[in-house]
């Protein structure tokens, strides 16, 4: 079964912190993976998007990695802002010439001054 | 203005009644899309349309329907509201040009409560 699994639920971190958030999948056959950031009452809006060839992708001080291997992805803030607080959503496509999209449940942090 | 633009953007309804949520969108990409969110849940598919011509239901469309009356108008209907399918509904678009890397470009969204 294709599923996309996220750790941890949610983090709060103290402002110039770093941290990172995990995403495990187990979907078949696999296209790219992007990670989503969505504020509080707004749409998801795409940071990074992976395929199977690349392992790191920096967006500004976010930096997604991938193992394809193990299936297994991050994304490493660094020196968090308090515009930083949102849910991260690591989403995978499948490869079926079709659409087909898993979203995970996501990770919402909060960061403190 | 919002390139993906959802109306309402809140709504409070009755068990049984009509609700229609609508999207429509400047981007000019062929491919729409409409989600549910619930809380610890990830967005889920309800239905999607291609092209104007074109719909097919996503994971979770009993109960509800769409139309695509225009490229750039994608609405949502629950025939009949229940309580459960009290959310936070987003429509999203896609261009086909860029399928393989499947971004998506999401509305504010519109959260519907079912009493």
């Known amino acids: 079964k294709n599923q996309v699994e996220q750790s941890p639920q949610s983090l709060i971190i103290l402002e110039g912190k770093n941290c990172t958030l995990q995403c495990n999948y187990t979907v078949s056959p696999f296209s790219n993976l992007r990670w989503y950031k969505q504020d509080t009452g707004r749409g998801p809006v795409s940071l990074t998007i992976m395929t199977f060839s690349e392992n790191t992708k920096s967006n500004g001080r976010y930096t997604a990695t991938l193992d394809a291997d193990t299936k297994q992805s991050s994304l490493h803030i660094t020196a968090s802002q308090l515009s930083d607080s949102a849910s991260y959503i690591c989403v995978v496509s499948v490869n079926t010439g079709g659409f087909k999209t898993i979203f995970g449940a996501g990770t919402r942090l909060f960061v403190k001054a | 203005d919002a390139d993906v633009t959802q109306t309402p953007r809140n709504r409070i309804t009755k068990t049984g009644k009509r609700i229609m949520l609508e999207c429509s969108q400047t981007?000019?990409?062929?491919?729409m899309y409409w989600y549910r969110q619930d809380p610890g849940l990830g967005l889920r598919l309800i239905y999607y349309s291609f092209d104007v011509k074109d719909i097919n239901k996503g994971e979770i469309s009993d109960g509800y329907s769409v139309s695509r009356q225009a490229q750039a108008k994608f609405s949502l209907s629950l025939e009949s509201a229940i309580p459960n399918q009290t959310a936070l509904y987003f429509c999203a678009t896609s261009d086909s040009r860029l399928a393989r890397t499947g971004e998506l470009f999401f509305g504010e969204g519109s959260r519907l409560t079912v009493l």
């Open positions: 981007k000019g990409h062929d491919r």
